[in-house]
């Protein structure tokens, strides 16, 4: 069967790329809006679900990689700011502060109808950054379809003050320390 991952996103297909597993990347064509008074984690998990199984409907005899990624920042979903005003916005409110980013994972084997999906918490502590910091970084990456506004892989690394978490992928993305186990209990081996 063959491996599919359900995303655009390039930062997700290089880390998929260090398992050195055979696969293809298929964007899926989702509304990402949360719903009403869906907690993030919810939100996350529920359109890393949702991509992995619009893919399933040209690829049934495929196992399916979703994902899906938000931030909280004091119980407010902080999505992709896609603009720059919504990004500015979004790193003003982060300054100095803590931001939880749920980072959702789903495989989906869709021959069988069988999904596991789990959201891997990681927590980052944002410097006390200026305006003209801010605007700064966001001139130089433009990192608009990034939930948080922020890419910790590039320079959003400098944004960063202290990260906490199980697996410093999920940050990025695609949570690869779970993604394996999930990988396994379907019979697929990584090494």
């Known amino acids: 069967m063959d491996l599919i991952l359900a995303s655009s996103s390039p930062f997700r297909k290089e880390l998929l790329q260090r398992l050195r597993l055979p696969f293809v990347t298929i964007s899926p064509d989702i509304d990402e809006s949360p719903f009403p008074a869906e907690k993030p984690e919810q939100t996350a998990l529920r359109l890393a679900q949702a991509k992995a199984r619009k893919i399933a409907e040209a690829h049934p005899d495929s196992f399916i990689i979703g994902c899906d990624q938000v931030a909280m ?3 407010l979903q902080l999505g992709k700011p896609i603009t720059h ?10 300054r100095g502060r803590s931001v939880i980013f749920h980072s959702a994972l789903c495989l989906y084997n869709a021959n069988e109808d069988r999904m596991q999906a789990d959201v891997v918490p990681y927590t980052v502590q944002f410097r006390q950054l200026s305006d003209a910091q801010i605007e700064n970084y966001l001139r130089m990456e433009e990192p608009y379809q990034c939930a948080g506004s922020a890419k910790s892989e590039g320079l959003g690394i400098a944004l960063i003050e202290a990260m906490h978490g199980d697996d410093p992928n999920a940050l990025i993305g695609l949570p690869l320390i779970r993604l394996i186990t999930m990988l396994y209990a379907e019979g697929i081996n990584v090494i």
Not at 86 to 92: G, I
């Open 73 to 75: 920042l004091d119980g």
């Open 85 to 94: 005003h919504n990004a500015v916005r979004q790193l003003s409110m982060m």
